[in-house]
């Protein structure tokens, strides 16, 4: 089977144009021995199947970093070469297209955001530009699938190009700009209004405004589309299964059995939240309370990514997370921890050193709350107010600034200054949101989920056995006299070892103050992540920097756990 | 000629790139970027507490740290 490559600086709408080509078989795929995922797909081309792959994007031939690797190593599987190159960065992208053309393989240029590149009063002499390259160039707009019809029809004319070759990196920029003078022409264009806006973006102070406004306008969204699925798509389902659950409590009868299918019974009836059961609340918490919020949380952060505006938000934020031992990078790997902590400890891999990883990972595992441990801050401080649930996001914000700055301190190493590339604002294609968010969900109810089950199983088959009642009764009294907490919360606190979220449903009955609920809350998000954060924690880590990771949890959380107390009772 | 690093530009300055000191490696990823010798920029945004810098070079911004900025060289126009 033919495989043909897509390859381009980042940015140039390059996934775009990918989702255009495809349908819905695509695959994200790990570079092997890399960290590195790109994605592959399927498509018939002129009734022939054949592979895509879209490269990360890279700037040049020459790499600088993981990805970039990556993107070159692509290129011996590739028998056609689909070039993309953004019309209004012309020269930029050349750099690429002039190395591409060296390789001695077919290729094709698809010359993106062209409409973009009219609109800046660009103009583009394609003729032109295909007789220097001697490669066929296809103008695209990948966003409105303009010209797209006529790069595929195109793609058997991507030939090898014959022009001589050039020596050395001095010789390829001279080149880049002999070409670049000849074919283009641009139209002298004043500062707009919207320039002044998008620079403002960027700025000291509008841009923190900015900043704030969107993570507003962001968390906003995750709450108004997570309700919207729970209240139109969970609930109606779940109220459904009440009925099969039911009978099947009535023909189980009491016994271990029942205690572990369905759980106990509240005031006679199944409590999704209550009850403890594999069938009803091990399905309701992962699937009623925290996937509809998942969805939600990818897909505005989808929609943040292809907006452009997250290099812009890492640029602002850079002065802070440098304080941390990170740089503005750093906002994503806690971006992606709201949602679920593993790929946020994952996002960390793209960060420069080993102290910046470390300290990311750990900031990620040990301050930032993902959706299960929201969804259980909400679920048990709901129904007092705000305050409460603004004191446990205040203090986990506190944590985080000050275990950074400890952890910069202390871990040896380097942080690297940022260099970001900053495209301009887009809108964000329908399609290629809808892609993204459905891989993310897809990754997360194939990985996550299945640990988010077992850890109610294993939580279950504990109780009933009476191994969680047992080590409860050792621990209790230093819960009570550190964090002030009854011992009948203490079950809690170490079911939290494995699912923080479960938590919710045996603190509720407990009839606890809300400053209490506040420090069982904080301290269960503090201390150990769950058990697939964990795992990953490992691998990532190493059994070392793990240990010296965990160590921190723990004191975070005793010491934290301990000044609310005084504070707070 | 005016010529310094680009770290001293002000907020609003524009200035031309006259080189590039440092590795090759450091000259190849600014390069890459576009920011080479003889491009216009304009400083867009200096960050505080020596934060980051925001140029726009061909249309473009780029961030840029202040280290880096340090060994750019640019004459800025009067």
């Known amino acids: 089977m033919k495989t043909i490559l897509l390859i381009g600086d980042p940015n140039v709408g390059k996934s775009v144009l990918f989702s255009r080509l495809m349908g819905v078989d695509v695959i994200a795929s790990n570079y092997p021995g890399t960290t590195v995922d790109y994605l592959k797909g399927r498509m018939n081309l002129h009734g022939e199947p054949v592979e895509i792959l879209d490269a990360p994007g890279t700037y040049s031939l020459e790499a600088t970093n993981k990805a970039e690797e990556v993107a070159v190593s692509l290129l011996d599987q590739a028998d056609v070469i689909v070039n993309v190159v953004d019309a209004t960065s012309l020269e930029r992208c050349l750099l690429l297209t002039v190395e591409l053309l060296e390789k001695r393989k077919p290729v094709i240029v698809a010359l993106n955001m062209w409409d973009e590149a009219q609109h800046l009063g660009i103009h583009i002499d394609v003729r032109e530009l295909e007789n220097i390259l001697q490669v066929p160039v296809v103008p695209t707009v990948a966003i409105t699938a303009e010209g797209i019809k006529e790069l595929v029809r195109r793609l058997d004319e991507a030939r090898i190009s014959e022009r001589p070759r050039l020596e050395g990196e001095d010789q390829v920029w001279t080149e880049v700009g002999h070409i670049v003078r000849k074919v283009q022409s641009v139209a002298h264009r004043h500062h707009s209004v919207w320039d002044r806006l998008s620079d403002a973006t960027v700025q000291s102070g509008t841009g923190w405004l900015t900043a704030l406004g969107v993570l507003f306008a962001l968390f906003w969204l995750v709450r108004l589309v997570g309700e919207g699925i729970i209240r139109y798509g969970v609930e109606p389902v779940f109220d459904l299964y009440r009925l099969p659950v039911a009978a099947l409590s009535g023909w189980l009868g009491p016994g271990f059995l029942h205690d572990v299918l369905v759980g106990t019974l509240i005031n006679g009836k199944v409590d999704y939240v209550q009850s403890m059961g594999i069938l009803t609340t091990g399905l309701f918490v992962p699937f009623g309370m925290v996937l509809p919020y998942i969805i939600a949380f990818y897909l505005a952060l989808a929609l943040l990514e292809d907006s452009g505006y997250l290099p812009r938000l890492a640029t602002v934020t850079d002065n802070v997370f440098h304080k941390l031992g990170l740089h503005g990078h750093g906002i994503i790997p806690v971006l992606l921890g709201l949602g679920c902590n593993v790929p946020g400890v994952l996002a960390a891999r793209t960060l420069e050193t080993r102290k910046q990883r470390f300290i990311a990972a750990t900031l990620v595992s040990v301050t930032v709350p993902c959706m299960a441990q929201s969804a259980m801050i909400f679920g048990v401080l709901g129904h007092y107010g705000a305050r409460y649930i603004l004191l446990v996001y205040g203090t986990l914000s506190a944590v985080f600034i000050l275990l950074g700055l400890v952890l910069n301190k202390t871990a040896h190493g380097e942080c690297p200054e940022l260099f970001l590339d900053i495209p301009p604002y887009r809108r964000p294609s329908l399609l290629a949101v809808t892609k993204k968010t459905w891989m993310r969900v897809r990754w997360f109810v194939a990985e996550a989920v299945p640990f988010l089950f077992l850890g109610v199983v294993v939580v279950n088959i504990l109780n009933a056995l009476g191994i969680i009642e047992h080590l409860a009764r050792h621990v209790a009294p230093f819960m009570q006299c550190w964090f002030g907490l009854p011992g009948a919360a203490v079950p809690a606190l170490l079911a939290g070892f494995l699912r923080k979220d479960l938590a919710v449903g045996m603190l509720v009955p407990l009839a606890l103050s809300p400053a209490q609920l506040t420090i069982a809350v904080t301290v269960l998000t503090l201390y150990f992540p769950c058990v697939a954060a964990f795992a990953i924690l490992l691998k990532e880590l190493g059994v070392k920097d793990m240990l010296k990771a965990a160590l921190a949890m723990i004191l975070t959380a005793l010491l934290v756990g301990g000044i609310l107390r005084l504070v707070l009772m | ?78």
């Open chain 2, 1 to 78: 000629m005016n010529e310094q690093s680009l770290a001293l530009l002000k907020q609003g300055d524009t200035a031309t790139i006259i080189a590039l000191h440092g590795g090759c490696g450091f000259q190849h990823r600014v390069r890459s970027v576009g920011l080479k010798e003889g491009k216009l920029l304009r400083m867009v945004a200096k960050h505080h507490f020596a934060g980051p810098l925001v140029v726009e070079v061909e249309r473009r911004h780029i961030t840029i740290g202040r280290g880096m900025a340090q060994k750019i060289i640019v004459a800025r126009a009067l």
